[in-house]
């Protein structure tokens, strides 16, 4: 964040030139400059700043020969004019990329020239431009080298020394994402280094075939220097969490001082994983549990510190919840470093003092988009951090379900890269109690819907996604009754929901409509609680403002939807055999004659799972804990005994060893009178003694599905309520085709609610993106 300005800056009369200048088309700036000296020095900066751009905006075919015989043009120019140019995008101009081999010299050149060129040069973009030799870069130096290089899908490979070279030595912001080679050499080199790059704070290397190993060199080698990563489209897996929380997270915590708002996080000493980290309970107020507080949207009061010197403007406090979310595109990095097309440059005192070139005491925006990362480790990774992250995206997950849950229709023998993803039970870690800085989340959409994404190997997608409605969704709605609402957390600006399908029964549709009523209740509470303020009161946070649904591309074009009953190449009858092996948890197993769908568990509806539950049982007796000893080495083992059961409930006792001492938790073993999730939770633990793992404290999610609050539970076993214990039957082709177009559901609500005053319009940005 700027500085305000100075005093000089503050009191001087302004220019009416410098009013109206951003209301003049560009095609004008030309004529204006040959006015007089004084519209020269407003317009010429504003013609000069970022020249491509500019032409573009004036209608002219840009491409690369445009762009040599303008630099040869330039030679010519006066050197104060020169300096004019801030920006060089030739993004626009990729597209038309000419053939290497004839224009080779020209491209090495040109690149080699733009620094004495254009010596105040701060951006540079050439994404895209397969044949432009970039390495011609590493040779050259500047006065003042760029601030932004912008290199993506450049398709020529880079020399190790690339990142050494004195032109990159003031990057902030730089993307060498889609290129060819690894990033592996130049790590282990040190050419890729904080001693090259000390000014680096955005740096994306999406597709970049990176494995955890590189991705662990290179966060150990920054460390905290980093602000925003993304690793997207890489081969990163849940092992890379350790080193991302160790080397890129900040020490202390954000979190805390909202208790009756927001709950609090309640730690138990001595008990801790090496995956979760310390153990910890929501302890919710009265208000917490029902995010009701009439205080949830106001902004939090400022913080004051005894030194006046200390800066508390960057990651290390909590946002108060209305600033803005702070971008790490490279159009918003350009606009900040250069002003863009038509606009006057920032100074560089400015610059200096902005709030995208400051450290901010490790990782606030991260992306792991397309990625091999389980929901349970993301869930471990934001209850393990600080509660720093402003932006999160990671569009899938895989749910980890054990081998030996899995139903044979669903077993690896059968289907050997069968996945099912998605995120369930989730909602509580994207509330303030863990996420308090959080503005804008990426992530699947059975966050808020509760369906996950079935993918069977020779099985059409519709009729995959029959099965996740029909006969996945109901258990999901059994286990994990509570997902995330707007109210959960006031203080997200903007939610992406990423792989919704094109088709459902009906369920999806309804879901997606029930959050954007409530994002719209939002909305109207928000409005109210600005309206009841009294002059001087507290300012609102600004709520959802952006939902943008992500479709899967149409599964109809796809040839295997027209043939056959199932989409699927595999026998018929084989496919029924493996669905009615395992004993229906509804009563019976599905045969090739039934015709009507599993009928649903009872189950909390979602107003009640998002409102929050009363807690039917008691809490469970104080743990054990043993004190840890000094000086040895960290390491974790585990023992249970066998379960002690009475004709209520059971408790079994699970003893873990960390950091060489051991302590005892009492993990709920469910009951036999209390809701259904906790009676199919004990049968499956008295059937399946591999599923005694991944003990962890209930979460809300659990407490509302029927465990008692202040317990622990097996998660393995929780988690394979989605799919063991029961039989699904195939779709027949009646029932495909009587799905519902999603696209054209959210079209009709929309045009039903908007212009009628039914309260339940949302009047934030609703964008919708097809898949192809």
């Given at each position: 964040?700027?500085?305000?300005?100075?005093?000089?800056?503050?009191?001087?009369?302004q220019?009416?030139?410098?009013?109206?200048?951003?209301?003049?088309?560009?095609?004008?700036?030309?004529d204006?400059c040959?006015?007089s000296?004084?519209?020269h020095?407003?317009?010429?900066?504003?013609?000069?700043?970022?020249?491509?751009?500019?032409?573009?905006?004036?209608?002219?075919?840009?491409?690369?020969?445009?762009?040599?015989?303008?630099?040869?043009?330039?030679?010519?120019v006066?050197?104060?004019?020169?300096?004019?140019?801030?920006?060089?995008?030739?993004?626009?101009?990729?597209?038309?990329?000419?053939?290497?081999?004839?224009?080779?010299?020209?491209?090495?050149?040109?690149?080699r020239?733009?620094?004495?060129?254009?010596?105040?040069?701060?951006?540079?973009l050439l994404?895209?431009?397969?044949?432009?030799?970039?390495?011609?870069?590493?040779?050259t130096?500047?006065?003042e080298?760029?601030?932004?290089?912008?290199?993506?899908?450049?398709?020529?490979?880079?020399?190790?020394?690339?990142?050494?070279?004195?032109l990159?030595r003031?990057?902030?912001?730089?993307?060498?994402?889609?290129?060819?080679?690894?990033?592996k050499?130049?790590?282990?080199?040190?050419?890729?280094?904080?001693?090259n790059?000390?000014a680096?704070?955005?740096?994306?290397?999406?597709?970049?075939?990176?494995?955890?190993?590189?991705?662990?060199?290179?966060?150990?080698?920054?460390?905290?220097?980093?602000?925003?990563?993304?690793?997207?489209?890489?081969?990163v897996?849940?092992?890379?969490?350790?080193?991302?929380?160790?080397?890129?997270?900040?020490?202390?915590?954000?979190?805390?001082?909202?208790?009756e708002?927001?709950?609090?996080?309640q730690?138990i000493?001595?008990?801790?994983?090496?995956?979760?980290?310390?153990?910890?309970?929501?302890?919710?107020?009265?208000?917490?549990?029902?995010?009701?507080?009439?205080?949830?949207?106001?902004?939090?009061?400022?913080?004051?510190?005894?030194?006046?010197?200390?800066?508390?403007?960057?990651?290390?406090?909590?946002?108060?919840?209305?600033?803005?979310?702070?971008?790490?595109?490279?159009?918003?990095?350009?606009?900040?470093?250069?002003?863009?097309?038509?606009n006057?440059?920032?100074?560089?005192?400015?610059?200096?003092?902005?709030?995208?070139?400051q450290?901010?005491q490790?990782?606030?925006?991260?992306?792991?988009?397309?990625?091999?990362?389980?929901?349970?480790?993301?869930?471990n990774l934001?209850?393990?951090?600080?509660?720093?992250l402003?932006?999160?995206?990671?569009?899938?997950?895989?749910?980890?379900?054990?081998?030996?849950?899995?139903?044979?229709?669903?077993?690896?023998s059968?289907?050997?890269?069968?996945?099912?993803?998605?995120?369930?039970?989730?909602?509580?870690?994207?509330?303030?109690?863990?996420?308090?800085?959080?503005?804008?989340?990426?992530?699947?959409?059975?966050?808020?819907?509760q369906?996950?994404?079935?993918?069977?190997?020779?099985?059409?997608?519709?009729?995959?996604q029959?099965?996740?409605?029909?006969?996945?969704?109901?258990?999901?709605e059994?286990?994990?009754?509570?997902?995330?609402?707007?109210?959960?957390?006031?203080?997200?600006?903007?939610?992406?929901?990423?792989h919704?399908?094109?088709?459902s029964?009906?369920?999806?549709?309804?879901?997606?409509?029930?959050?954007?009523?409530?994002?719209?209740?939002?909305?109207?509470?928000?409005?109210?609680?600005?309206?009841?303020?009294?002059?001087?009161?507290?300012?609102?946070?600004?709520?959802?403002?952006?939902?943008?649904?992500?479709?899967d591309?149409?599964?109809?074009?796809d040839?295997?939807?027209?043939?056959?009953?199932?989409?699927?190449?595999?026998?018929?009858?084989?496919?029924i055999?493996?669905?009615?092996?395992?004993?229906?948890?509804?009563?019976?197993?599905?045969?090739?004659?039934?015709?009507?769908?599993?009928?649903?568990?009872?189950?909390?509806?979602?107003?009640d799972?998002?409102?929050?539950?009363?807690?039917?049982?008691?809490?469970?007796?104080?743990?054990?804990?043993s004190?840890?000893?000094?000086?040895?080495?960290?390491?974790?083992s585990?023992?249970?005994?066998?379960?002690?059961?009475?004709?209520?409930?059971s408790?079994?006792?699970?003893?873990?060893?960390?950091?060489?001492?051991?302590?005892?938790?009492?993990v709920?073993?469910?009951?036999?009178?209390?809701?259904?999730?906790?009676?199919?939770?004990?049968?499956?633990?008295?059937?399946?003694?591999?599923?005694?793992?991944?003990?962890?404290?209930?979460?809300?999610?659990?407490?509302?599905?029927?465990?008692?609050?202040?317990?622990?539970v097996?998660?393995?076993?929780?988690?394979?309520?989605?799919?063991?214990?029961?039989?699904?039957?195939?779709?027949?082709?009646?029932?495909?085709?009587?799905?519902?177009?999603?696209?054209?559901?959210?079209?009709?609500?929309?045009?039903?609610?908007?212009?009628?005053?039914?309260?339940?319009?949302?009047?934030?940005?609703?964008?919708?993106?097809?898949?192809?």
């Open positions: 964040m700027a500085h305000p300005p100075s005093y000089q800056d503050a009191t001087r009369r220019d009416w030139l410098e009013l109206v200048a951003p209301y003049i088309p560009i095609s004008e700036y030309w204006l040959q006015v000296k004084r519209f020095a407003e317009f010429a900066p504003r013609l000069w700043n970022d020249p491509v751009v500019a032409g573009s905006l004036l209608n002219r075919d840009n491409d690369l020969e445009w762009f040599y015989g303008f630099l040869a043009a330039m030679r010519g006066r050197k104060t004019t020169r300096a004019l140019v801030h920006s060089v995008d030739l993004r626009a101009c990729a597209a038309g990329t000419l053939e290497f081999s004839v224009y080779a010299t020209n491209s090495c050149r040109s690149l020239e733009l620094p004495f060129t254009f010596p105040e040069l701060r951006c540079l994404d895209g431009h397969s044949n432009i030799d970039i390495g011609a870069l590493a040779g130096t500047a006065r080298p760029p601030l932004l290089l912008s290199i993506a899908q450049c398709q020529l490979q880079l020399p190790t020394q690339f990142f050494a070279s004195p990159l003031n990057l902030v912001y730089l993307d060498v994402s889609d290129m060819p080679g690894s990033l050499g130049p790590l282990v080199q040190k050419a890729l280094s904080r001693a790059l000390p680096l704070r955005i740096l994306k290397a999406q597709g970049r075939e990176m494995d955890d190993s590189t991705a662990s060199l290179l966060l150990a080698t920054f460390k905290e220097q980093l602000w925003s990563l993304d690793l997207s489209r890489n081969k897996t849940d092992k890379l969490f350790g080193d991302l929380h160790n080397y890129a997270f900040p020490a202390g915590s954000l979190r805390g001082g909202h208790a708002v927001e709950g609090e996080l730690y000493e001595g008990q801790e994983t090496s995956s979760l980290g310390q153990f910890c309970f929501v302890r919710e107020s009265e208000w917490s549990k029902t995010f009701s507080h009439p205080a949830r949207f106001f902004v939090d009061s400022p913080e004051y510190t005894r030194s006046a010197a200390q800066d508390t403007l960057n990651n290390s406090t909590r946002l108060d919840g209305r600033a803005k979310a702070r971008r790490d595109s490279a159009d918003a990095t350009k606009l900040t470093f250069a002003g863009g097309a038509g006057l440059p920032p100074s560089l005192e400015h610059i200096q003092d902005s709030d995208i070139r450290p901010h490790g990782i606030t925006h991260l992306h792991l988009n397309d990625n091999r990362i389980s929901s349970t480790a993301l869930v934001i209850m393990r951090s600080p509660g720093q402003q932006q999160l995206e990671c569009d899938t997950t895989l749910l980890d379900i054990r081998e030996s849950a899995r139903p044979g229709w669903l077993r690896s059968l289907f050997a890269s069968a996945t099912v993803s998605g995120i369930l039970g989730a909602a509580h870690i994207f509330r303030p109690v863990f996420s308090s800085n959080l503005q804008t989340l990426r992530i699947h959409h059975s966050l808020v819907t369906v996950v994404t079935l993918d069977l190997p020779d099985v059409s997608k519709m009729a995959c029959w099965v996740a409605e029909t006969f996945l969704l109901p258990r999901a059994m286990a994990y009754p509570q997902v995330f609402v707007p109210d959960m957390n006031p203080r997200l600006q903007s939610l992406t929901l990423t919704i399908p094109r088709w029964t009906g369920k999806v549709i309804d879901k997606l409509v029930t959050f954007l009523k409530l994002a719209a209740e939002q909305e109207k509470e928000i409005q109210k609680s600005k309206r009841s303020m009294r002059r001087g009161d507290t300012a609102t946070v600004r709520g959802l403002r952006h939902v943008r649904l992500e479709f591309p149409d599964p109809q074009e040839e295997e939807v027209e043939n056959g009953e199932h989409g699927s190449d595999l026998d018929p009858e084989e496919l055999r493996l669905a009615a092996e395992e004993f229906s948890f509804f009563g019976g197993s599905w045969s090739s004659s039934s015709s009507s769908s599993a009928p649903p568990p009872s189950v909390q509806t979602v107003t799972a998002v409102r929050g539950v009363e807690a039917r049982h008691s809490a469970v007796e104080a743990v054990e804990v004190e840890p000893r000094h000086g040895e080495q960290q390491q974790e585990v023992r249970f005994s066998a379960a002690q059961s009475s004709s209520l409930s408790y079994h006792k699970h003893y873990r060893a960390w950091n060489g001492s051991e302590f005892t938790v009492p709920f073993g469910g009951s036999t009178t209390g809701s259904q999730a906790t009676r199919e939770y004990m049968r499956l633990l008295q059937k399946n003694s591999d599923l005694h793992e991944d003990v962890r404290p209930a979460s809300p999610c659990h407490v509302a599905a029927g465990v008692p609050e202040g317990s622990y097996y998660e393995a076993a929780w988690r394979s309520m989605l799919t063991k214990g029961y039989g699904i039957r195939w779709p027949k082709r009646e029932e495909i085709r009587g799905m519902k177009d999603v696209l054209e559901g959210i079209k009709e609500f929309r045009k039903g609610t908007r212009g009628k005053g039914l309260g339940v319009h949302y009047d934030g940005v609703l964008e919708v993106v097809r898949g192809f």
